[in-house]
């Protein structure tokens, strides 16, 4: 359900916001009404346009679940942080920055990304400053830089409504992404704890529940301890040496196989690499020969 908090409204998104889909938030300023993530509902957001309208698009970060209609809104400027532009410039690039390599693959998806994402490349945008507050008339938002879940992803908190938009740290049972080529573990870890330290009253998410009218509490904490659930078990399926393609096999991550298994399996690969990458920092595993083992 929709629901309006002052000049800010929860625009809930189709299937619950579960990927593909998103919630997004409009910005009622009086200088300026906005749409952040437009890829919550075809239907609701050509009715916004037509009946309050929209003068910018806000991205908090590069992914398809959040861009699907941006097309809508072709007339009005996009903002985003500078990092995560790129992605949105060249469809050739999006995928590199997936780290998808195969040339099977990368045909998948760029008809996904055509079809059902509506990807069309964009030539330019106006960036988002760090830590700046924007004031929109009546309506102030502060940007805050949480990369992690990608380079450039960015929160905001809304501190008049005290109101704080998390994105994709989304507290979802499922545990947080880093999967991506400039995805970051240590990031990810760094901003929770920041968004976490926030005195908001009112927090927004950008899939499945989506907004807390209370505390989230305990799934900060649960969200976070899903990275450190998928370490331990990686580390203990490692008291013997395994291969890369073993500890991949074992769906850790997801537990089990999902459909469709191509894109599973790649994000638990994904997954995987990066833990094995953070694992090797802190010197806790090693890789001898073709197999990993614990130090
Ligand atoms: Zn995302």
Redesign the pocket.
Known sequence: MDVQLGRIRFICGDNGGKYPFNHSVYLEGKNARIIIDPASSLQKLTDLKQKDGVDQVWL????E??ISYINLFNNCPIRISERDFPPLTNLEIFLDWYGIKETHLRELWKNVMLENFNYRPKQEALFLQDEKTIDLGSLSVQVIATPG??PG?LSFFFPDEEILFI??YDLTSFGP?YGDVLSSIEQTIQSLHRLKAIPARIWVA?HNTGLFEKNPGKLWGDFENVIYQREDRILKFLNEPKTLEEIVSAWLIYGKPREPKEFFEFNERALVGKHIEYLERQGKITLDKNNYVKL
């Open positions: 908090s970060h590069w992914h679940d959040h879940h990608t992803h994105g994709d992404w950008s």
